[in-house]
């Protein structure tokens, strides 16, 4: 945190920093604590896994379990609430005999009584148990105390992968290639159990700080061999995520690893160029365009990466299962024959153009002669280049106002996803995000990233009405990941401006419900903003768990609600 920004005075942010003018997604009011999937620019009612069925006379409700913290479940003692969603809520846990953390997945008491859902509870125990792999979130067991179904299984400390990537610059091909394999390995090991994980995306996929990367929830898993499909699955029935599904899955036909291979694809694509391939305002619009539309063509969003890594995504999502590799295994072996870096053409051997090929000694003469004249000729060439005589059409802007000149160019990039990597290779440079910022033509998730980042660059003495105008047009950008960092940095200039409870404030109201959402670039501030409150406020607050927690996200650690609880 820069020790620079401390106790300069400013004006008191605006009302719509704490007041009803933009809602945050889902506010429920001071303390208390929401789930919801995070992205960077893609609808929540797209990102839900789904389940549904030919029978629409059923209205579809989201069941809810009561609380279970402080209670203990065999030999699990529950100490938190991570996350909820359809089916279960998980919770953090200890197993007491072990003295290991542990996440509980508990099954709503609603369904408790369906004895098809209770059985697809089962199911899922059944078919994750049997996994035990490095790269899959092991089972440790599964019980039913006193009528509580739940299963115990591996806490994971880190982030999924749509966190990271709402989070950090697009990953480079070493790291995508990284992910790819470890990802594949996971398949591989549930295909060899007959399972088909039926719901690959970036939230059940688990990156932790040493970057190990494990697949999560295999809640949909469907064991290929068993006649207890038959009995389990409906005709018409649909399970997974609109944003990933495979075609063969949209239209509710038979699955194999092949459908988990198009999801894995769908992420990939999603991972290479911070978005999935397919965009639509329903889920069904999505699923249409999952039957029929190419997705854009990588190469052209990451002329950096090799070909062969876009050409094996693009064969990955083939419409025609036929078309894809066969299986993980086939799919790993395609991986491994990819470079990190671009491949080149190559030509003759360098060698082979020096003349006199015949006799090795006239050769490094001839050798030593040509790379005398070069040293030669470029000591010529760089004392004329700084005696030359001055441009004046290429002479640096200078500033009015009696300000310090201003050099600095920044080269114009071929996309805006370009321009964005430059500006994080250049980190600290204002001109380079605010290159990105004023991009042609505008995309608006580099731009309100690159926005993010400035303010926080912003945040020092005599820049503060430039902050906090930065964090006022990210509040009021009607996007959820933006407004709650808009809030956040505007959090952080009432502290440092000395206004503790309105700081406050808008971390109960508007912030601490998202912190998912919160870019790393303003977490140092936040995390110093919630210390001053609590020095301040005393008793009348208690920060410090979420001040444990976001002191974790620089790791990358404790992020995640572990398994996904649908």
Same mark, same amino acid.
């Given at each position: 945190?820069?020790?620079?920004?401390?106790?300069?005075?400013?004006?008191?942010?605006?009302?719509?920093?704490?007041?009803?003018?933009?809602?945050?997604?889902?506010?429920?009011?001071?303390?208390?604590?929401?789930?919801? +999937?995070?992205?960077?620019?893609?609808?929540?009612?797209?990102?839900?896994?789904?389940?549904?069925?030919?029978?629409? #006379?059923?209205?579809?409700?989201?069941?809810?379990?009561? !609380?279970?913290?402080?209670?203990?479940?065999?030999?699990?003692?529950?100490?938190?609430?991570?996350?909820?969603?359809?089916?279960?809520?998980?919770?953090?846990?200890?197993?007491?005999?072990?003295?290991?953390?542990?996440?509980?997945?508990?099954?709503?008491?609603?369904?408790?009584?369906?004895?098809?859902?209770?059985?697809? $509870?089962?199911?899922?125990?059944?078919?994750?148990?049997?996994?035990?792999?490095?790269?899959?979130?092991?089972?440790?067991?599964?019980?039913?105390?006193?009528?509580?179904?739940?299963? %115990?299984?591996?806490?994971?400390?880190?982030?999924?992968?749509?966190?990271?990537?709402?989070?950090?610059?697009?990953?480079?091909?070493?790291?995508?290639?990284?992910?790819?394999?470890?990802?594949?390995? +996971?398949?591989?090991?549930?295909?060899?159990?007959?399972?088909?994980?039926?719901?690959?995306?970036?939230?059940?996929?688990?990156?932790?700080?040493?970057?190990?990367?494990?697949?999560?929830? $295999?809640? /949909? %898993?469907?064991?290929? =061999?068993?006649?207890?499909?038959?009995?389990?699955?409906?005709?018409?029935?649909?399970?997974?995520?609109?944003?990933?599904?495979?075609?063969?899955?949209?239209?509710?036909?038979?699955?194999?690893?092949?459908?988990?291979?198009?999801?894995?694809?769908?992420?990939?694509?999603?991972?290479?160029?911070?978005?999935?391939? $397919?965009?639509?305002?329903?889920? /069904?619009?999505?699923?249409?365009?999952? /039957?029929?539309?190419?997705?854009?063509?990588?190469?052209?969003?990451?002329?950096?990466?090799?070909?062969?890594?876009?050409?094996?995504?693009?064969?990955?999502?083939?419409?025609?299962?036929?078309?894809?590799?066969?299986?993980?295994?086939?799919?790993?072996?395609?991986?491994?024959?990819?470079?990190?870096?671009? #491949?080149?053409?190559?030509?003759?051997?360098?060698?082979?153009?020096?003349?006199?090929?015949? *006799?090795?000694?006239?050769?490094?003469?001839?050798? +030593?002669?040509?790379?005398? !004249?070069?040293?030669?000729?470029?000591?010529?060439? &760089?004392?004329?280049?700084?005696?030359?005589?001055?441009?004046?059409?290429?002479?640096? $802007?200078?500033?009015?106002?009696?300000?310090?000149?201003?050099?600095?160019?920044?080269?114009?990039?071929?996309?805006?996803?370009?321009?964005?990597?430059?500006?994080?290779?250049?980190?600290?440079?204002?001109?380079?995000? =605010?290159?990105?910022?004023?991009?042609?033509?505008?995309?608006?998730?580099?731009?309100?990233?690159?926005?993010?980042?400035?303010?926080?660059?912003?945040?020092?003495?005599?820049?503060?009405?430039? +902050?906090?105008?930065?964090?006022?047009?990210?509040?009021?950008?009607?996007?959820?990941?933006?407004?709650? *960092?808009?809030?956040?940095?505007?959090? &952080?200039?009432?502290?440092?401006?000395?206004? %503790?409870?309105?700081?406050?404030?808008?971390?109960?109201?508007?912030?601490?419900?998202?912190?998912?959402?919160?870019?790393?670039?303003?977490?140092?501030?936040?995390?110093?903003?919630?210390?001053?409150?609590?020095?301040? /406020?005393?008793?009348?607050?208690? *920060?410090?768990?979420?001040?444990?927690?976001?002191?974790?996200?620089?790791?990358?650690?404790?992020?995640?609600?572990?398994?996904?609880?649908?």
């Amino acid at each position: 945190m820069p020790s620079d920004k401390r106790r300069k005075k400013i004006g008191p942010v605006s009302a719509g920093a704490t007041g009803e003018s933009s809602p945050p997604p889902s506010s429920q009011g001071k303390g208390v604590r929401t789930q919801q +999937a995070t992205g960077i620019d893609d609808a929540d009612t797209t990102q839900e896994t789904i389940s549904q069925t030919s029978d629409s #006379s059923k209205p579809s409700k989201k069941a809810k379990s009561a !609380s279970l913290i402080g209670v203990q479940l065999d030999d699990f003692k529950i100490l938190r609430k991570l996350g909820q969603g359809g089916m279960a809520t998980v919770y953090l846990a200890e197993q007491v005999s072990l003295k290991r953390e542990a996440a509980i997945k508990v099954m709503h008491n609603e369904l408790m009584s369906d004895e098809t859902h209770v059985r697809r $509870f089962e199911r899922e125990a059944k078919a994750a148990a049997g996994l035990t792999h490095p790269n899959i979130v092991q089972v440790y067991m599964t019980g039913d105390f006193q009528g509580t179904h739940y299963i %115990a299984q591996e806490y994971v400390r880190g982030i999924n992968l749509r966190e990271h990537l709402a989070r950090n610059a697009p990953p480079d091909c070493a790291l995508i290639l990284r992910i790819m394999r470890q990802v594949t390995a +996971a398949l591989n090991a549930a295909a060899e159990k007959g399972i088909v994980h039926r719901d690959i995306k970036p939230e059940n996929i688990m990156i932790t700080s040493r970057k190990l990367i494990k697949v999560a929830d $295999f809640g /949909l %898993a469907q064991i290929a =061999q068993s006649d207890e499909r038959v009995e389990l699955t409906q005709v018409g029935t649909t399970m997974g995520t609109p944003l990933y599904m495979s075609p063969e899955q949209v239209n509710g036909k038979p699955l194999d690893q092949r459908s988990d291979i198009y999801s894995l694809g769908v992420t990939c694509y999603h991972l290479i160029s911070g978005r999935p391939p $397919f965009h639509g305002e329903t889920a /069904l619009s999505i699923a249409v365009k999952h /039957l029929n539309e190419p997705a854009p063509p990588l190469s052209k969003r990451r002329p950096d990466l090799p070909v062969e890594l876009c050409d094996l995504v693009h064969r990955m999502m083939e419409k025609d299962p036929e078309k894809r590799p066969a299986n993980a295994a086939e799919l790993m072996q395609a991986i491994k024959k990819i470079p990190e870096q671009p #491949s080149l053409k190559q030509g003759r051997s360098w060698m082979s153009l020096i003349p006199f090929q015949g *006799n090795r000694s006239f050769q490094k003469q001839f050798l +030593a002669f040509v790379l005398a !004249s070069l040293c030669l000729g470029s000591v010529a060439a &760089a004392i004329g280049w700084v005696n030359r005589p001055g441009d004046p059409l290429n002479a640096p $802007f200078q500033e009015q106002a009696g300000k310090a000149a201003v050099e600095s160019i920044i080269p114009h990039e071929k996309t805006a996803f370009a321009q964005f990597l430059l500006a994080t290779r250049l980190k600290d440079k204002e001109e380079a995000w =605010q290159s990105v910022i004023d991009y042609e033509p505008v995309s608006e998730v580099y731009k309100r990233r690159a926005q993010i980042r400035l303010g926080g660059l912003l945040i020092k003495p005599d820049r503060y009405d430039e +902050a906090k105008a930065i964090f006022q047009e990210l509040k009021d950008s009607g996007q959820a990941q933006y407004e709650v *960092n808009g809030y956040a940095g505007l959090m &952080a200039l009432e502290s440092i401006n000395g206004n %503790a409870r309105e700081a406050q404030d808008i971390w109960d109201i508007r912030v601490g419900d998202h912190m998912n959402y919160l870019d790393a670039g303003l977490i140092d501030y936040v995390v110093t903003a919630l210390e001053e409150n609590q020095k301040t /406020l005393g008793d009348k607050v208690d *920060n410090r768990e979420d001040i444990r927690r976001l002191s974790n996200f620089t790791d990358e650690e404790d992020r995640s609600p572990g398994p996904s609880p649908d």
